[in-house]
């Protein structure tokens, strides 16, 4: 059974540091994986898409993939209050059905 | 790009009557669409799979006689809650693939009361 695991936290931070949010994956047939915060009473949003491995920068946010180590992260520089939610990791395995995995999500705190 | 709208944002309705929902793409043609149910505090669960012009497939304990999904056009998919009861109250939301891309773009969501 395919399974994306997280921490569920809470993660808390003080504002202005590196926020670290990791995530393993069982299927080694996944490709993508995806990040999406999720503030409380909405909907999620995509952050980042990542599909190799190594780093992918955008912004404030940076995406890390270990396909060997079945690992990807996310890390949230210069944390902000805004960026308090719960962050959703998921992967894609490449099936036909185009379904995603989520992780239960790790919620972050930062602390003004 | 890839905004995904829902209507109704918010709805409450007596047990025993149906509400739809309806998600749509704004700004590209959705292949799939997929419905998703979170209660509070809690994950997201994926409810059905729905391809345009296809029946959906319905992930397992999901009734597909009471949630009933129609994927008709490539940029809108309803979810029809039939005779809802207060166990259907929820948060439902709904994301869209485009062609080609494995990505979904979730709508804002619908949060359903019964009363």
């Known amino acids: 059974q395919k399974e994306v695991e997280q921490n569920s936290g809470p993660l808390s931070v003080p504002e202005g540091a590196i926020a670290s949010l990791n995530c393993t994956y069982s299927d080694r047939g996944s490709q993508s994986f995806f990040w999406y915060r999720q503030y409380s009473g909405k909907s999620p949003e995509l952050i980042m898409s990542?599909?190799?491995?190594g780093d992918k920068e955008d912004g404030r946010f940076t995406a890390q993939l270990n396909k060997a180590s079945q690992y990807v992260s996310l890390l949230i520089r210069d944390s902000q209050p805004s960026d308090s939610a719960t962050y959703l990791c998921a992967g894609y395995s490449g099936a036909g059905s185009y379904q995603l995995t989520f992780g239960k999500g790790t919620k972050l705190s930062v602390i003004p | 790009g890839a905004v995904v709208s829902q209507h109704p944002s918010r709805v409450i309705c007596k047990s025993g009557t149906s509400v739809k929902i309806e998600c749509r793409s704004l700004d590209f043609q959705a292949t799939t669409m997929f419905w998703y149910r979170q209660f509070p505090k809690q994950s997201l669960m994926l409810m059905a799979t729905s391809n345009e012009g296809s029946k959906a497939t319905y992930e397992q304990g999901v009734e597909k006689d009471k949630f009933l999904i129609n994927h008709a056009s490539l940029t809108l998919s309803t979810l029809t809650v039939t005779s809802a009861h207060p166990e259907d109250s929820s948060f439902y939301i709904c994301s869209a693939r485009g062609l080609a891309t494995d990505t979904q773009y979730f709508g804002p969501g619908t949060r359903l009361t019964v009363l």
């Open positions: 990542i599909y190799s491995n």
